[in-house]
Nanobody
Framework: QVQLVESGGGLVQAGGSLRLSCAASGRTFSNYAMGWFRQAPGKERDVVAFITSSGGITYYADSVKGRFTISRDNAKNTVYLQMNSLKPEDTAVYYC?????????????????WGQGTQVTVSS
């Protein structure tokens, strides 16, 4: 079992930055690939970024490429999402998730554990 707790969400003006953190406890964190997803009101939950268990491969959705950076610190059992140049369309609940596999990480069904989510609101 892995417990995930997100933090760092909040209200920010367009153009601003936030850093989300997801702290993991339970199983060996370094064995898991980690992903960030987001869900805006009335929309489906979509992948934002993911990072493989080794940290060697990262992926970003086109909508956030060049603005967001995912990273992990296995010594701290934490994955981060640095979000810069935020736009109102980035407003959503952001979820982190852990996967036992290192493939097909764009798909929600590949993830075994989920956090409770943290709200990010970007005002125009």
């Amino acid at each position: 079992q892995v417990q995930l707790v997100e933090s760092g969400g909040g209200l920010v003006q367009a153009g601003g930055s936030l850093r989300l953190s997801c702290a993991a406890s339970g199983r060996t964190f370094s064995n898991y690939a980690m992903g960030w997803f987001r869900q805006a009101p009335g929309k489906e939950r979509d992948v934002v970024a993911f990072i493989t268990s080794s940290g060697g491969i990262t992926y970003y959705a086109d909508s956030v490429k060049g603005r967001f950076t995912i990273s992990r610190d296995n010594a701290k059992n934490t994955v981060y999402l640095q979000m810069n140049s935020l736009k109102p369309e980035d407003t959503a609940v952001y979820y982190c998730a852990a996967s036992k596999t290192d493939y097909r990480l764009s798909y929600q069904r590949q993830y075994d554990y989920w956090g409770q989510g943290t709200q990010v609101t970007v005002s125009s």
